[in-house]
């Protein structure tokens, strides 16, 4: 293993300190770790709050800022924060309008985020959570843990940052979050494992002609392993896939704020159809240069104007990462007015950043 | 080992002191089992849990110090609120309720019947159940905790003393950890595998059966 | 060889037409290779363009936007474009206020670039042409190629880009294009070797514990190889390589616009000094994900404030990279208020934005 | 080979067509080099020269078909021309303007005397050094071309037929090409490595052996 750390148990922290010395506008706090913007909490504003593991970046941290998120807690390298980091995070960004937390659907994640809503909850904040789970290669059925929570996120937390920016309040920022996420249909794949600089070596062995198919953002091996072929053979399958992908309907539990309980919902997610306009955002696994990802997009276009599909906006880049992982993911989510507004608004954060 | 205070085999037989060895001993067993932990966490997950329990343990450590006086209740709950605040992932929150919900039973006790003990074990796999919501076969801890507790119970009412019925519990948590192997995982990381998970052995099955048994070691 | 691309001879084409579909803002030109903005020719606007070896991206074509190039020419990968390729490019940007060239100082681009420059001459194009030469790792004398061009081309492209959007002239573009690359000084490290699409292997082979310092931007060697060390140690020496650098003197040839020939001009290069400013770009080759990169920063940002420099300002990521190597390399360029002023200005390309 | 045109040992030795044939040549050697030359330039370059060349001679090939009937100026301009607008790179300006300087003594000629060979080829390295500013002893193509020219001029002046005086050139260009092997680089991208050059062949002499080699069987 050859990575740009010094001692294993300081990577998080140091990766941390050199966020706090290269982005003085954000406030880093190290002890727990979480990231709020420099002026928080903001008069009159939601907190628009994220977390998970590290690993991923610049998702979370690096989507703190104006127009985005109000704070993130990251937890170790692939591992859920705690709820004491998510409290302490709650607090810190809390202007009174509440707190709305977006937690990616992993059971990790998912549990600690619950206990850190009940903690903010029991100081009298008014907290909503809403679950993200976007991810296709998962093939669920009503008794798992559910699809994954990937690319839709940075679409989510770009969106509802806005919204919250604008004046949107608490209940108004968790449906547009519900809504953003039920538009939205993720899939991934490896071309190498990564890492995990604690574990020093690759999660998953992959051969020189193998490709890992549906991976998730863990480095945690995916849905199928197949021999490898053209980006175009590639892009064209996970295309289908999620522009394929049937209605799908879960449980998710969600915070009641009046009450003070866990309410569980039944959502279901229509399928993308031809004549819907997307966001498509073809997304690094950390270690795929932005030139390759250029060859997906080229075939991604093709598909979905086969499709019908129109290509509102695009996003290129390594924005939610697996360490050094080689691969992509590809996200779409679909718009409407509210959404594209948004997505269009300004943005100021260390990882996206435009009209600002 | 014999507690002063033992009156009958129902009685007064787990003291403060080994429940203190249990929590130093349980962090031994996962800074030992680190690597092993994470290997198993590595086909069917994100190759973390021996480097999450061995640091939620050290943080224990840290703190065990500040309750070594406090009584058996207490201990635990800070046990479970170290592990809480520093393990982060799946097993964070369902180790920390385990131990949290633990110590309900045995608050302000410093020293435990075989019905506390049972009590206390039952209410933290209660608490890992009602956090995680797996059911039995789902291919988690809960498939280690179960078996081992039914074990537990069921020698105690067949007249064993603690220290056999423990063996009994411990046995039972690695059967139900080597049962795990043959399961389609439906919940945690593992579920994202669908067939793949299966011949797997569940590395959260696994840290439990290495905490039940460092409590029978704390105890023997 | 596991990329994501198609046939290997298609391989720069299909990523161009990928970028075409996804950034319709830009005119992107397949036979022969460049990109332009889409606007041009701007109107009374200095055309500021610079091209090299595919492989490099974002550079040089994701820099094409409003604010910084003009166009930008991209040659197969690694190997420097062609001379009709950016006399097309040139003639396509020239609005009549003429075409600087920033040209990275390898013998390739340099004689591709003369041919073109004089070209564009015969044609009565008032061209430019500024050698960007800042890597430290080459020790030079007066009777070799020289410094090899490298981090501080992404500085110089966005600053002449904004000052030839604010209506510098020729002349003052190339000057300042000329005072920036003489305040830039970079280094840069491989933990892996990058393979080149159509030589399907490894361009150099690394042990598991060694690593490659003074690498330069086309997956060749360095200057030595050393055994694989923590970020901080990696960091610090590159660090003080460049704050310590010497004066460096060496000849270039720049075009006289007036005369139409080639003059030769001997340009010396002040070391940095306690009490400067600097712009502090940690940039990876590709391959190293951004959070890497944060720890990178920690260790330069120590050691700048050890020397008495300041960080004006910073830009950490993946912007003039080598394929999918895994390494970094960091600029440091001395600042002044002409230089703050242009680097702050609104700019508006797929591969580096904001303000717009 | 004699034509029928052949008065003197001195005088139209070379034909168009076997000037035709040396590109077609140059371009195969090329071709079935790739890899070799690539190799070459992967220690001491950016492992891409065979590539390179391979790409510019395709090309080369291409345009040919359109100037067959024209002249050996006309046919050596249009292969310089072709490599300049497709081989990018070093050796692109370079072997580009070697040929669109040879073209210049030899333009609206069917047919070449020896002086015309020399006249060519030395136009050629000119046009090489010219552009390339490189000196004896750089560890560049210059290196192969400089042994080379020399050999052929002095076989020629000692009276060789234009076969025996092109092997000669041949040979010039083999031994510059392995003298470059010990060489420090000071030109091109091998000079980044400054020490570490030494040891290495020089991809572009190496070429340049090629191209002569070829040009030798065109006219064998
Ligand atoms: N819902 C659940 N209920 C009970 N145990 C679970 C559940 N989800 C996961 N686990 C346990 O957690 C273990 C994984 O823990 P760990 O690797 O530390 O966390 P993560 O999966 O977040 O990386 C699994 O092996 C499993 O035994
Ligand atoms: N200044 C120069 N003069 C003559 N030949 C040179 C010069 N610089 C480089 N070369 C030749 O070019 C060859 C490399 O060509 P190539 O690999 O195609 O281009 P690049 O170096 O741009 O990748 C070198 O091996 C050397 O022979
Ligand atoms: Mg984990
Ligand atoms: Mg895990
Ligand atoms: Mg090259
Ligand atoms: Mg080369």
Redesign the interface.
């Given at each position: 293993m050859k990575k740009l750390i010094n001692g294993i148990d300081d990577v998080v922290r140091e990766q941390l300190q050199g966020m706090a010395a290269a982005h003085p506008e954000l406030s880093v706090h190290i002890d727990p770790h979480y990231i709020v913007r420099g002026d928080a909490p903001v008069a009159g504003k939601v907190a628009v709050i994220s977390g998970g593991g590290s690993g991923h970046e610049p998702m979370h941290g690096g989507f703190v800022g104006v127009g985005m998120l109000d704070g993130a807690c990251p937890g170790e390298v692939f591992t859920s924060p705690t709820p004491d980091q998510m409290y302490e995070c709650g607090m810190a960004a809390n202007s009174g309008a509440g707190v709305l937390f977006l937690v990616k659907n992993y059971t990790g994640d998912v549990m600690n985020f619950e206990m850190a809503a009940e903690m903010l909850a029991a100081e009298g904040v008014p907290v909503q959570s809403i679950l993200i789970d976007d991810d296709v290669a998962v093939k669920d059925s009503l008794y798992t843990a559910g699809r994954r929570g990937v690319g839709t996120t940075v679409i989510i937390e770009k969106i509802v940052g806005a919204a919250a920016e604008a004046g949107y309040n608490l209940d108004q920022c968790a449906d547009l979050a519900r809504k953003v996420n039920s538009y939205g249909r993720s899939m991934g794949m490896a071309l190498t494992s990564c890492i995990v600089p604690a574990a020093g070596k690759p999660t998953f062995d992959l051969g020189d002609d193998e490709i890992e198919i549906g991976i998730g953002i863990h480095g945690e091996p995916g849905q199928k392993r197949m021999p490898m072929t053209s980006a175009d053979a590639i892009t064209e399958m996970m295309a289908l896939e999620i522009i394929e992908d049937d209605a799908y309907t879960r449980t998710v539990r969600e915070w009641d704020t009046e009450n003070g309980i866990w309410v569980e919902l039944e959502l279901t997610d229509e399928p993308l159809a031809a004549g819907d306009s997307v966001i498509a955002f073809v997304n690094s696994m950390g270690g795929t240069p932005v030139s390759e990802l250029y060859a997906v997009y080229r075939k991604l276009a093709a598909v979905c104007e086969d499709k019908g599909i129109t290509i509102a906006r695009n996003l290129i880049g390594p924005y939610i990462t697996s360490l050094e992982m080689q691969g992509f993911s590809i996200t779409l989510v679909k718009v409407d007015d509210e959404i594209l507004k948004f997505w269009d608004a300004p943005v100021n954060t260390p990882g996206l950043r435009w009209g600002a | 080992m014999l507690s002063v205070l033992t009156l009958s085999q129902n009685l007064m037989t787990v003291t403060k002191a080994e429940i203190l060895k249990w929590i130093t001993l349980s962090a031994d067993v996962m800074q030992e089992n680190k690597q092993y932990l994470?290997d198993l966490d590595?086909?069917?997950?994100?190759?973390?849990h021996g480097?999450?329990m061995a640091?939620g343990f050290k943080k224990v450590l840290e703190r065990l110090p500040t309750v070594q006086d406090k009584d058996i209740g207490n201990i635990l709950k800070t046990t479970g609120m170290a592990l809480?605040?520093?393990?982060?992932?799946?097993?964070?929150?369902?180790y920390g309720t385990f131990f949290m919900r633990a110590a309900a039973p045995v608050m302000s006790k410093e020293v435990l019947t075989d019905d506390d003990l049972v009590a206390m074990l039952d209410m933290g796999l209660e608490g890992v159940i009602s956090?995680?919501r797996a059911?039995l076969g789902d291919k988690t801890m809960v498939d280690g905790w179960t078996p081992a507790l039914e074990a537990l119970r069921t020698a105690f009412a067949n007249g064993a003393d603690t220290k056999t019925a423990m063996q009994a519990c411990v046995a039972g948590a690695e059967q139900g950890m080597q049962d795990t192997i043959p399961m389609l995982a439906?919940?945690?990381?593992a579920?994202?595998?669908?067939e793949?998970s299966v011949g797997h052995q569940d590395p959260g099955a696994t840290s439990t059966y290495f905490l039940l048994n460092a409590l029978l070691e704390a105890i023997s």
């Open positions: - | 994470t590595s086909p069917i997950g994100d190759a973390d480097i999450n640091r809480i605040s520093s393990v982060g992932g799946a097993s964070g929150p369902l956090r995680g059911n439906k919940k945690g990381r579920s994202y595998l669908g793949r």
